[in-house]
């Protein structure tokens, strides 16, 4: 009958259609011979065969009673009171979202590592120029060379940071150059000048930081015994002189600038009258950083 063509059908590979008696619970044909005229679940034993005997028309996913996962969907018919059910096992229903799922995924993994080659390659070639000035810079700085300008291999953002940079190194270099002839023109001023110069803390105690060497020429002694040795100074000064001399010191953070005359005790034991004149230089919230003196020998003076 023409049921038969009901029976015969197939809705994919494994799926097929079933005729359904709503008010009786009974399946009255099936695909699967094994259904026909079987009754459906009990009540509350399948929540989608009881919607679709309350009448419901659509699909949803339920465990059929042989135990198979299957995707179900109903239309009612009218005349007859029954309604047609079509079903498919979810394997088979949602295989070609699980296939498209690794396709994805393959892609995806596949991009994703072509991404990351083509960005580690335009990393590369971009950072390229800034490697090399890199190794370059190194390769300077254990020769002890004066710097030179780094190559720029391209005109973009590095090769913008790269001039700047020469830029920088041209600037350095002049102001080295001109840092270097104040330091000879000082140097030749310190050997050249008959006063001794020298520097101190601000404390007051005469912790030499700095005496011209021609104060050997002078007084006789290195001048590395005054850097050396903060009491090596106070030491040498004629005892009748020394207490005005402290005096004069612990007043001397107080002081802009001020002088003092007395007797220094030569290395040979002899005695020379010294004018010490000391500036006392000061940091920006005024206070009192370090101490620079000069010393003249005014022996031939004091006897005049």
Known sequence: NFLDKITQGRYGKTGGYLIVAPRQRLIVTATDKRRIMTALPDPGASPLADRFVQGYEGSGISVNPLGVEALASAKAIPVAGWYAMVTLPTEEAFA???????????????????????????????????????????????????????????????????????????????????????EQRLSFLLTSSPAVIYTSHASGDFGATFVSD?????????????????????????????????????????????????????????????????????????????????????????RA
């Open 96 to 182: 070609p979202i699980g296939a498209l799922q690794q396709r994805l995924l393959l892609a995806t993994i596949l991009l994703t590592l072509l991404a990351g080659g083509l960005t580690w390659w335009m990393l590369r070639r971009e950072l390229v120029p800034m490697l090399a000035a890199v190794k370059t810079l190194a390769a300077l700085a254990d020769a002890d060379q004066a710097p030179q300008p780094l190559p720029i291999t391209s005109q973009d953002e590095i090769g913008e940071l790269i001039g700047a940079f020469n830029r920088l190194l041209q600037t350095l270099a002049q102001r080295e150059h001109a840092l270097k002839e104040r």
């Open 214 to 302: 021609n104060v050997q020429s002078l007084l006789g002694h290195e001048a590395s015994a005054f850097v050396q040795d903060t009491g090596f100074w106070l030491s040498h000064i004629h005892p009748e002189d020394l207490n005005r001399v402290l005096a004069g010191i612990a007043r001397s953070p107080a002081r802009d600038s001020h002088e003092q005359e007395y007797r220094f005790r030569h290395r040979d034991g002899s005695y020379g009258w010294m004018s010490d004149k000391i500036r006392v230089l000061r940091d920006a919230a005024g206070r009192p950083a370090s101490m620079i003196g000069s010393w003249m020998d005014i022996t031939e003076r004091k």
